[in-house]
């Protein structure tokens, strides 16, 4: 039987994973999930996590599970001291390759849920209340300086920087800087998901700007955060022929399925309503790719095998 679903995963790169340590419940950690990236044939996946640096853990997944490649990144949330150009480019040093802007941090999303964090589910851990982060001035529409320190790194260092949970007009300033600090890699962090839901005609303006927009799985699939219909995602990516998007899964919540089901569910739902392979295919494994900065001749390496131990010597 045909299974062109099982085939995208093939190679693919999850530019968007939530896995454990973290403070909030995670069913699936690190090790495991290359376990079933490497299983599933996939290429590697972007670890994130709102309260820490992931280069270290992507260090050492990466000594267990060389057939997949683990990318680092970090998130500047209140937790790391916010819109710090010092953690950023620390991060950097240590691998990163995805600078995130505030996510559950952000001012924007404080006010979109009328509440800081997350409304679906709790830490498992309080944590000190404090203001949200943002991008702007308090005039609400010059950027701050650090903002565009970190844009100047970024472009520095060749790595990507993404939106995280910044309102359209925090996007649109931060993509103007990012643009003239030098930045060559730009991701719109998922533009399907209600707190950052960007209207087609939105999406068309950011990409002729320079950005890549990511679609993920977890707005389809999660019974969590579920809130877009399949048909919609497969209307946008057929208009915009699959060109300059990513596909995350950003599953990894306690009630989700492991990523690369998430992922095989949307792309098989995806295929089923008439999206074309190729530009799947474009979507899962060459743009991420190419915003990431990984090589563009890739080829699956074959996992690692413990050498046997030595035959014992015969008695005399």
């Not at 952000?106 to 209340?129: I, M, V």
């Not at 209600?194 to 320079?210: F, N, T, Y």
């Not at 492991?258 to 008439?274: D, I, T, Y």
């Amino acid at each position: 039987m045909e299974r062109p679903d099982l085939e995208l995963l093939k190679g693919a790169i999850d530019t968007h994973a939530h896995t454990a340590p973290a403070l909030f419940r995670r069913h699936i950690d690190d090790a495991a999930l290359a376990e079933a990236a490497s299983a599933a044939g996939m290429r590697g996946f972007v670890l994130k996590d709102h309260d820490s640096s992931t280069t270290g853990r992507a260090y050492h997944v990466n000594r267990m599970h060389p057939e997949v490649e683990s990318i680092g990144s970090i998130v500047l949330n209140r937790s790391v001291g916010g819109l710090n150009p010092y953690v950023a480019e620390s991060a950097i040093h240590y691998g990163a390759r995805v600078v995130w802007m505030p996510s559950n941090h952000s001012k924007h999303h404080a006010e979109f849920f009328d509440r800081p964090d997350y409304p679906q589910f709790g830490r498992t851990h309080r944590q000190l209340p404090g203001p949200g982060v943002t991008v702007f001035e308090e005039d609400g529409k010059t950027l701050k300086k650090e903002a565009v320190t970190i844009c100047e790194i970024v472009a520095e260092h060749d790595v990507a920087l993404a939106t995280g949970h910044l309102s359209l007009p925090e996007i649109r300033a931060l993509l103007d800087a990012a643009t003239a600090a030098g930045v060559t890699r730009f991701i719109v962090t998922h533009a399907n998901w209600s707190l950052c839901k960007l209207d087609l005609e939105v999406q068309r303006e950011l990409i002729a700007k320079g950005a890549v927009l990511e679609y993920v799985a977890s707005s389809c699939v999660s019974p969590i955060f579920w809130e877009q219909q399949p048909e919609e995602l497969a209307r946008w990516i057929t208009e915009l022929r699959g060109e300059h998007l990513v596909l995350g899964s950003d599953v990894g919540q306690f009630a989700g399925p492991p990523h690369p089901e998430g992922l095989r569910m949307l792309l098989a739902a995806l295929l089923e309503l008439g999206v074309p392979y190729e530009y799947l295919e474009k979507m899962a494994k060459e743009t991420p790719a190419k915003v990431l900065g990984l090589d563009p001749d890739w080829r699956p390496a074959r996992a690692s095998v413990p050498a046997p131990p030595p035959a014992s010597s015969p008695a005399s």
